[in-house]
């Protein structure tokens, strides 16, 4: 049974930091990776997806890595900045028709 | 594009009462939407699958007869909560299965009293 965990659960850094979250699953024959942004009392924001086939992507000040073999994605946030206080979260899909499977999120401040 | 439109985004109900959420589909066609629930400092909860047209898949330990999910168009899927107790007091979100990942409704803050 596949299980995604994250860590840490909170985290609160000043702006302008570097930062990185990290994801863990345990079975690594998964499809793809999505890690989200959720905002208090809202919905979720998709911010990147990696297939199983690519290591990394990037969009703006974000970057997301996949290690299948390790079972691990990391998502760095470069020059953190207090719009970017949120909860994020990873989930991974199994196989092309699975559901998604969440890790517990990360609650992130960042401190102007 | 793929947006999601969810309504309502907060509700407040008496215990017993049932509660209708919209999800729908604003510029695609969803042929499958999930329906999740999140307790607070908690992750999402996948409660049922829908497919249009058919009925709904749910997830383990699910009332099916408590949470009535209906998705008879390609562009709009349905969770009614029946005879809501506090208990049911969560935060709902829908999920559109697109090309290369899903799109997730702005969630119902549900308040059962």
């Known amino acids: 049974k596949q299980e995604v965990t994250q860590i840490p659960a909170a985290l609160s850094v000043p702006e302008g930091e570097n930062l990185v979250l990290n994801c863990s699953f345990t079975?690594?024959?998964?499809?793809?990776l999505q890690w989200f942004r959720q905002d208090p009392g809202k919905g979720l924001t998709s911010l990147l997806l990696?297939?199983?086939?690519?290591r990394e992507q990037t969009s703006g000040r974000l970057n997301a890595s996949l290690d299948k073999s390790s079972g691990r994605s990391t998502l760095y946030i470069a020059a953190s900045q207090p719009g970017d206080s949120a909860t994020y979260l990873c989930a991974v899909r199994n196989n092309q028709g699975g559901k998604l499977i969440f890790g517990q999120g990360t609650e992130l401040s960042v401190k102007p | 594009g793929a947006v999601v439109s969810q309504h309502p985004s907060r509700v407040i109900c008496k215990s017993g009462t049932s509660v209708k959420i919209e999800c729908r589909s604003l510029?695609?066609?969803?042929?499958?939407m999930f329906w999740y629930r999140q307790f607070p400092k908690q992750s999402l909860m996948l409660m049922a699958t829908?497919?249009?047209?058919?009925?709904?898949?749910?997830e383990q330990g699910v009332e099916k007869d408590k949470f009535l999910i209906n998705h008879a168009s390609l562009t709009l899927s349905t969770l009614t909560v029946t005879s809501a107790h506090p208990e049911d007091s969560s935060f709902y979100i829908c999920s559109a299965k697109i090309e290369y990942g899903y799109t997730f409704g702005s969630g119902t803050r549900l308040t059962v009293v």
């Open positions: 510029d695609f066609q969803a042929t499958t």
């Open positions: 990696i297939q199983s086939s690519q």
């Open positions: 079975d690594s024959a998964i499809y793809n």
């Open positions: 829908s497919n249009e047209g058919s009925k709904a898949t749910y």
